[in-house]
């Protein structure tokens, strides 16, 4: 599954940030679905927050709005290079989200923004005890990725969309029942996920 379209992506930030613009105008443009994880949430700018899986930092930018302890995680040195470039502001680690060199109990807020549809089934559930492991108890899981479509109107756009630029993982993504996973790791789920774009993406916010 993708195409090259996948791999240019990655290598022109242009083309990427094109794509990210265009997928994003079903929610209401690029902004809004930055700010889709973060609604009805208490963040301040002393909230000690970890943007996992950064990539450029085009979530971050909105992050360190709020708070004035931000760290970015990635493991592309390219994309940290460029994610300090855009956003100075914040901190950066790069490391694996499974095996993050960061101590335990530390962030009030783990934020990520569309990457946990790029791992295997096996790795996501690592990535989801390290959340745990370095959040504070009380502290909050926010994430927005991939659901399964419920408004059948929206099959052919997310299909053609995982067709051009994702691979398999996103697909399992969709069979997966990302709340039930959380809940068993050991996480409260806090309010029901929200749906958007016919139902194709999910926003969960979760606490330790």
Known sequence: MATILRTWSYQHQWLYDAIARLAAVSVGGEARFRQLALQGLTI???TKVLDLCCGSGQ???????YSQDVTGLDISPVSLERAQRNVP???YVEALAEDMPLLSDR????????AMHEMEPDRLRQILREVYRVLKP???FALVDFHRPTNPLFWPAISLFLWLF?????WQLLQTDLPGLLEEIGFNLVGEPTLHAGGSLQVIHARK
């Open 107 to 114: 962030f009030d807020l783990v934020h990520t923004s569309a």
């Open 166 to 170: 994702e691979t398999e993982t996103a």
């Open 89 to 91: 502001q914040a901190k």
């Open 44 to 46: 301040d700018s002393e």
């Open 138 to 140: 009380g502290g909050i």
């Open 59 to 65: 979530a971050t930018q909105i992050l360190v709005k």
